[in-house]
């Protein structure tokens, strides 16, 4: 008897300790964030700090949603809940970015943003003729990719919507002329997702689109309530895919099931790099409501490995790809954006590592670094942002942000799970009545300590939006040697938080230019060697949520750095080695003929 | 004696796996302690070789062997005897479905949690809270930053939802408990009308929730756990009956996880009431064998 009245004891302190255990992981876990103190410690502390300067540069834009058929109207702010993005380029060929962004009203206009070179920017998009784009009938704009497919030295625009699809040949910058027709591109895709990437090393760019509500649905006249996804995690029920393959006279012939790309899930954002070291860009493609896919290019014919390489097994809800060497050991891992919301849905986000070896195999360390719980993730893009030498993570979020006190998700997750002939019929969702779903979110900008963990410092260095945001761009936009932030937030204004660099932190960069590879040189990859460190990188035809960086690379190299050298690795198969590189210069590179 | 017993009820899905072990029984037998557990690993199986719904398989390994590991240590030393692993295995299984996190530990201290509370938290001998539910409330409760519940998780194709209903129905027919899922059932599509009536909301996206996995779990294994309901039918109705109500209210008030929430209050609290009529019975039974105390007006 005493011995069971000692193990009642016993057994009653040790079930105390289990229910400290919650306790004690969440005072930990606030101990990884950085100082919420902002202001003017974020340069000494972190060295960078942000500042939010779109007025001043003379931007004052702000997306307007799509307004869809009025079946919808009780679930409105959930299906027109995207469209704002964000996209860069150098459409003058000036040597200064410039900023495209879109709108998503019937009848609204995009914007093109040239960069002044004074730090302001003008609107051009009208006088351009790529700014009417979102006319009844048409549908609206949900993101822009920027890459020169016929190698003319200027940089063309695809804008994906949902709706038709346009491509816009870039008249070496004095203004577009539309080419869909001639390019032979279908008369309707609601996509949220593309990328220019040369997928069969020709030397001329390709195009991927991944559907999200299927191609035949048009949003604006429905004819019925049943487009929505037939479950919230095995959803197979959305919009193709298309594999554009630029046959170089202006015209692209529609290949996807002949390379391999066949799916129907709902895809919210793709990417394209070399991942496993062939010299052809494999594609890394999220899904809303179900696994990500990877589809392994061989010579110009893809599989689907998501399973294989770990990345295709637990379900979420995939709305951000982007690549970044965060080790320093020359391999890219992949940032998946999910749901995450306190008490309901943690689903977390993915940052998926590459395993040591040659087999192509992901491990998540999401958890482990830090970069796991964003609430309602959406864009992300790595960048070095203080030029330490070590690649950040920016991440915007937030769905819904309408009534501050009174929340949607009850209802969401009551439907949500629930069988599909309930899920899938847009009339059995309960109106939203202006109330938030995960809204009002703080951003998360993961400074990478260089040592295996993410720390962020979003509040303390001046990224503190509460705006619902969608897609993020990186550039040095006045050429400062300092990446710049642009967000592109839905039914909010575009923000432009400009950095500034502590001293001392040194950095390079490169502009690349394709002569046997395509010329905007997408998916050309920099190996930079310092310090005893290699960084890769790559230029970009698409990442992120609907959004594109600057086809610029930009490297931080932290104190005093020693430059060994730079290896490039053009698409068409050449290596080319820069040496005697110096620090805080930008180096224009042509690949050898 | 302060040492609990793990009493034995015949009529239940765990309720033999609840006894000790007593070797192999016939697979036709209504006290084979067997069927439940195979008939939840069923459901994981489906469910995942369908649509994949374990995050990975190593985490609900985690939850099973940790909940396996501490009924064994906790059983030898409260009973001092091996007890059987089904009931743990169940539990295991449970936390391994019903619990949603990108992380490990949460797995393991819900087993833990849901597996020390049944020796931790006893009234006159008896747990009295179904321990995966108490388990996972306590999860939701206190780590809603890390973990959730299996809510907008999962297939939500027609086919599983029949083939685990019929199995399920089966399993608690012959577990002479299908009463009490049937009542749960009734009381739930009838006050999803009246919430329907109430918020004005589609009655489809009230009876949502019960298509769904999470409900299928839970009206198969949760609610009718006998160790932690009351013994007679009526009562048992009762108190299912009761459970729904607390949900209906709870779901007028935006909770999400209204079923495990409403179990988790009214199951104890009936063991309670029947305790408390227990004893009133027995005090009575023994004043009417003691003449002395009926003089005495005790």
């Known amino acids: 008897m005493k011995r069971v009245s000692t193990a009642r004891i016993l057994v009653t302190v040790f079930f105390i300790g289990l229910l400290s255990v919650p306790l004690i992981v969440r005072y930990r876990s606030t101990q990884t964030k950085g100082s919420q103190s902002g202001g003017p410690d974020a340069l000494a502390h972190y060295g960078f700090s942000l500042q939010e300067v779109s007025h001043a540069a003379g931007i004052d834009f702000v997306h307007q949603a799509p307004s869809l058929d009025t079946k919808l109207n009780g679930i409105m702010p959930e299906v027109a809940s995207m469209g704002a993005s964000v996209s860069i380029v150098d459409f003058d060929r000036d040597g200064w970015p410039d900023i495209y962004v879109t709108n998503s009203a019937i009848g609204s206009r995009n914007r093109l943003y040239r960069n002044n070179h004074d730090g302001t920017f003008t609107d051009v998009a009208e006088q351009m003729g790529i700014a009417d784009v979102n006319q009844p009938g048409t549908g609206v704009s949900m993101g822009a990719v920027w890459g020169d497919y016929d190698n003319d030295g200027y940089e063309d625009l695809f804008l994906i919507k949902w709706g038709r699809p346009e491509l816009f040949h870039n008249d070496q910058g004095r203004g577009f002329t539309r080419v869909t027709e001639q390019a032979g591109l279908p008369a309707w895709i609601n996509a949220n997702a593309a990328l220019w990437f040369d997928y069969d090393g020709d030397g001329k760019l390709d195009l991927f689109v991944g559907g999200y509500y299927p191609e035949d649905v048009d949003l604006w006249h429905l004819r019925n309530t049943r487009m929505m996804p037939e479950s919230f995690e095995y959803a197979n029920n959305g919009g193709r895919k298309y594999l554009f393959h630029n046959l170089g006279n202006g015209h692209f012939e529609e290949v996807s099931a002949k390379a391999g790309i066949v799916s129907r899930r709902w895809t919210l954002a793709a990417a394209a790099a070399d991942l496993d070291g062939t010299g052809y860009p494999d594609l890394f493609v999220a899904n809303d409501y179900g696994v990500s896919e990877l589809y392994v290019n061989d010579h110009g014919h893809f599989h689907e490995a998501g399973k294989a390489v770990g990345v295709g097994f637990a379900p979420k809800s995939g709305m951000n790809v982007s690549f970044g060497d965060i080790f320093d050991q020359g391999k890219f891992s992949v940032y998946v954006s999910n749901i995450s919301e306190e008490g309901v849905l943690i689903q977390g986000n993915n940052l998926w590592v590459p395993r040591s070896g040659s087999a192509l195999k992901y491990d998540n360390l999401a958890r482990d670094l830090g970069v796991e719980l964003g609430g309602w993730s959406f864009g992300a893009q790595f960048g070095d942002l203080n030029n330490d030498g070590n690649l950040d993570l920016y991440l915007v979020n937030g769905f819904v942000s309408l009534d501050r006190q009174r929340s949607y998700w009850y209802d969401f997750a009551k439907v949500a799970g629930g069988n599909s002939s309930i899920i899938g019929d847009a009339a059995n969702w309960p109106a939203f009545d202006g109330r938030s779903l995960s809204g009002y979110q703080q951003k998360r900008l993961w400074l990478n300590d260089g040592a295996g963990r993410f720390i962020d410092v979003a509040q303390t260095v001046g990224a503190n939006d509460r705006y619902d945001g969608r897609s993020v761009a990186l550039a040095d936009l006045w050429n400062t040697g300092a990446l710049d932030v642009v967000v592109a937030n839905q039914r909010g204004p575009l923000l432009v938080y400009k950095n500034t660099v502590a001293q001392g932190n040194d950095w390079i960069e490169f502009a690349l230019e394709g002569t046997k590879s395509n010329r905007s040189a997408i998916g050309a990859q920099i190996m930079l060697y310092w310090d005893g460190k290699e960084q890769l990188q790559q230029v970009s035809g698409g990442s992120g949520f609907a959004s594109q960086n600057d086809r610029r690379i930009h490297f931080g190299l932290g104190k005093n750095p020693q430059i060994e050298k730079a290896v490039i690795r053009w698409p068409s198969g050449a290596v080319q080695t820069l040496d005697n590189l110096a620090p805080n210069r930008l180096y224009p590179v042509k690949e050898p003929e | ?298």
């Open chain 2, 1 to 298: 004696m302060n040492q609990p017993t793990m009493q034995s009820k015949p009529d239940g899905p765990q309720s033999a796996a609840n006894s000790g072990f007593r070797g192999w029984t016939p697979l036709s037998s209504r006290l084979n302690p067997f069927l439940p557990p195979l008939f939840i690993t069923l459901i994981l199986l489906v469910g995942n070789l369908s649509f994949g719904i374990l995050e990975s398989y190593s985490k609900t390994v985690l939850a099973i062997v940790t909940a396996m590991a501490a009924e064994m240590v906790l059983g030898r030393i409260f009973l001092r005897k091996w007890p059987h692993p089904a009931s743990a295995y169940i539990t295991g299984i449970s936390v391994g479905i019903l619990l949603r996190s990108p992380a490990f530990w949460p797995y393991a201290l819900c087993s833990l949690l849901s597996i020390t509370s049944k020796y931790a938290l006893r009234v006159r001998n008896r747990h009295i809270w179904n321990p995966s539910n108490f388990g996972i409330c306590v999860m939701l409760f206190l780590a809603p930053m890390s973990v959730a519940s299996l809510s907008i998780q999962w297939g939500n194709n027609f086919a599983s939802l029949v083939v685990i209903w019929v199995l399920g129905s089966v399993i608690v027919y012959r577990a002479r408990r299908l009463h009490v899922t049937l009542t749960y059932v009734v009381c739930f599509v009838g006050l999803s009308f009246l919430r329907a009536h109430i918020t004005g909301d589609p009655w489809q996206a009230e009876i949502s929730p019960i298509t769904g996995p999470m409900y299928q779990l839970f009206i198969f294994f949760m609610i009718t756990d006998p160790k932690t309901t009351v013994r007679s039918r009526l009562g048992q109705s009762i108190v299912v009956a009761a459970i729904a109500v607390l949900e209906f209210i709870f779901r007028l008030n935006s909770s999400i996880y209204a079923p495990l929430y409403a179990l988790f209050w009214i199951g104890p609290a009936a063991m309670l009431i029947e305790m408390g009529l227990d004893s009133r019975q027995a005090a009575k039974t023994a004043g009417a064998q003691s003449p002395d105390r009926k003089i005495l007006g005790v």
